[in-house]
């Protein structure tokens, strides 16, 4: 067989991996301008070391992510999947109860001295689970899909939602909630099923998202959604959100402050160091306004299309996916930056009601930053393994 002249080198895709340092860059720098502008902050230094420190954790996990074969990765994939439930069943007794009174959800797992949130790892193991029972029943059917086998997997997608939506139900975390939805939506989407069937399927989607948001701006119909476990402040959301500068110095203020600070930058911002106005949690949720204001319309645009780029780069990898399951993954990991980006640059310039959900590699580092990078690496693992086996040849 002739040599392959491909290098070892060339089994890493640059092109994926270009935008992913430049977001942790730009995340450094809007982290140095969040916690700079916090009068709360007597240091910056630790807090910008433990956001290096998580750095360096994600992307030696994306690394090692990125070689582990994909004949290991599709045999792990049912105990990944288990053990990612396991830890957020394990929320149901050890929850941190501090975490909980503050943020009204039961999302953080505390065992000892460490806090985490499970869910963060369960997108990943969720992702592989779809793409395995979708892999899978579709090298089983060697004819067209029918109604009836398509119907066969919906179901089976269905079942391992369901404990994972169960489990969020219990969390109160309505916002990662969507995550997941998002991520099964896309999956399907993909997945061969019959036009008839996602045709029924998002319309009846369509009316369930316009019948929640009646039942949100109505006192019976927030009554019904309380004995689902909504709670007082996520409606607050959906007002604030609404009729943001009516409720200013209540339940909006964080989104009129928010709004305030991305206006105030103008056309090409005020700079870092003079960020004047205060957002409360602007590391996290709102890290969007520290670029707003300190960068204005130019920097915010600029960071809008590093994002289209890196989406970019997973969809050709997903175009030129050799095989199904890596294809299915990348899908999965698509949608879930997808829903990120979308929801929380949409929440911070009004466009969508505030969930708490994080900006890729921008916000402050945690489980969420780290899932992040093991993301890109489950992409990344597909381009490797194909170039890999073709130096090997």
């Known amino acids: 067989m002739r040599k392959s002249v491909i290098s070892k080198n060339e089994a890493v895709n640059y092109a994926l991996l270009l935008p992913v340092f430049l977001l942790i860059l730009v995340g450094f720098i809007a982290q140095y301008g969040a916690f700079n502008a916090d009068p709360a902050v007597e240091s910056i230094t630790p807090l910008l070391k433990k956001q290096l420190l998580w750095a360096l954790l994600g992307i030696g996990a994306m690394f090692a992510t990125m070689v582990i074969p994909i004949k290991y990765l599709w045999k792990a994939t049912p105990v990944l999947y288990g053990l990612s439930l396991f830890l ?21 797992l505390r065992l000892g001295p460490f806090s985490f949130q499970p869910s963060e ?36 997608l269905s079942l391992v939602s369901l404990p994972v939506l169960a489990l969020m139900f219990y969390q109160k975390d309505f916002g990662t909630s969507l995550v997941f939805i998002s991520i099964f939506l896309g999956i399907v989407l993909v997945s061969g099923c019959s036009w008839k069937i996602l045709a029924v399927g998002f319309s009846l989607l369509g009316v369930l998202g316009v019948s929640g948001i009646l039942l949100v701006l109505t006192e019976q119909g927030q009554k019904i959604l309380s004995f689902f476990h909504f709670q007082p402040y996520q409606f607050n959301r959906i007002h604030a959100w609404l009729n943001p500068f009516e409720y200013a110095d209540s339940i909006s203020f964080q989104q009129v402050r928010g709004l305030t600070a991305i206006g105030s930058g103008e056309m090409l911002g005020k700079g870092l160091t003079n960020l004047r106005t205060y957002v409360p949690v602007r590391e996290s949720d709102m890290i969007f306004t520290v670029i707003g204001e300190a960068y204005g319309f130019v920097g915010t645009c600029s960071l809008i299309l590093l ?20 294809a299915y993954i990348t899908t999965g990991v698509i949608m879930y930056f997808l829903f990120h980006i979308l929801e929380n640059i949409g929440s911070n310039i009004g466009l969508l009601p505030l969930t708490g959900i994080p900006l890729p590699f921008i916000s402050q580092g945690g489980t969420a930053y780290l899932a992040n990078f093991i993301g890109i690496g489950l992409i990344l693992s597909m381009y490797y393994q194909k170039e890999k086996s073709e130096v090997e040849k």
């Open 121 to 156: 790892f369960m997108k990943l193991g969720y992702i592989l689970m779809l793409a395995y029972i979708v892999t899978r029943r579709r090298q089983k059917s060697s004819i067209a899909s029918t109604l009836k086998e398509d119907f066969r997997l919906l179901g089976e």
């Open 88 to 108: 957020m069943g394990l929320l149901v007794k050890f929850h941190d109860p501090v975490m909980a009174a503050a943020t009204g959800t039961k999302r953080w």
């Open 307 to 326: 994002f289209f780029y890196l989406i970019y780069q997973m969809l050709i990898c997903t175009l030129n996916a050799k095989r199904e399951f890596y």
